[in-house]
C-alpha cells in the first residue's frame, strides 16, 4: 500500500509511531478485515470507511484521548495500534490503553516495540503519570504484552466492559512513571 512520509512522533528500530490520518482508512480497515479471526473475541476493530471514519474522528477530535498507530519503519505499512483512552489531567494525569496487532504483523514483536515508543511518549510529552491497561483473562497474547512492558497486575472485574454485544471480565493492569525508572 503507498504510503507519503508521515510524521512520527517516536522511531524504534522496527516500527515507528505516528497519529491516525483520515487518509490511513483504507489500509487501517483492510488490516482489520484481514485480522477478524485474530481480533475475536477480544476486540471489534472498525472495518468499513464509515466506522473508521467515526472512530478516527472520536480519537482525532476528542482531548481525552490519543490514538496511535505503529507503523513498520521500512515499508510504513501499518502493523497495529495503540490508543490512550479516558485521558484524565489534574490529579490523576493517567490514561487507559487499547491496542491491537494486525495478523500480517502479530507475534513479530512489532507491537511490544510501539508499547514501548507510546509508553515513553506518554511518561515524556503527554506528561501522564499512569498507564493502565483492561485485559479479558484469556487474551493471553494481550496479556503477555502488557507484563513484558512492566505493567502490573492490579486486579480482576467481572462484567467489567461490554465487546461486541456481551459484558466480559477483564484483569486490570497498570504501570506508574515511577516503574519505568
Known amino acids: 500500500m ?6 512520527y512522533l517516536a522511531q524504534g528500530p522496527r516500527v515507528a509511531v505516528r497519529r491516525f490520518r483520515m ?24 472495518d468499513s470507511d464509515e466506522a473508521y471514519a467515526a472512530y478516527a474522528g472520536r480519537l482525532l477530535g476528542d482531548e481525552g484521548r490519543a490514538g496511535f ?6 515499508s510504513g505499512d501499518i502493523a497495529g495500534f495503540i490508543n490512550i483512552n479516558n485521558i484524565v489531567r489534574g490529579g490523576f494525569q493517567c490514561g487507559a490503553l487499547g491496542y491491537g496487532a494486525f495478523a500480517h504483523a502479530a507475534g513479530r514483536g512489532l507491537m511490544r516495540e510501539g508499547l514501548e515508543l507510546v509508553i515513553g511518549y506518554a511518561f515524556g510529552p503527554l506528561g501522564l503519570h499512569r498507564l493502565e491497561i483492561n485485559v479479558q483473562p484469556g487474551n493471553t ?11 502490573r ?3 480482576f472485574s467481572p462484567a467489567m466492559i461490554q465487546i461486541d454485544g456481551e459484558w466480559r471480565d477483564h484483569e ?10
Not at 2 to 7: D, F, G, K, V, Y
Not at 41 to 46: A, G, R
Not at 141 to 151: E, H, P, T, V
Open 23 to 46: 487518509e490511513d482508512g483504507g489500509e487501517f480497515t483492510a488490516r482489520a478485515r484481514e485480522s477478524k479471526d485474530l481480533h475475536r473475541p477480544w476486540l471489534v476493530v472498525p
Open 141 to 151: 497474547a494481550s496479556i503477555a504484552l502488557a507484563r513484558g512492558a512492566g505493567f
Open 2 to 7: 503507498p504510503h507519503t512520509a508521515p510524521h
Open 153 to 155: 497486575l492490579e486486579g
Open 172 to 181: 486490570r493492569w497498570a504501570l506508574t512513571a515511577e516503574m519505568r525508572g
Open 69 to 74: 498507530l505503529v507503523c513498520e519503519r521500512d
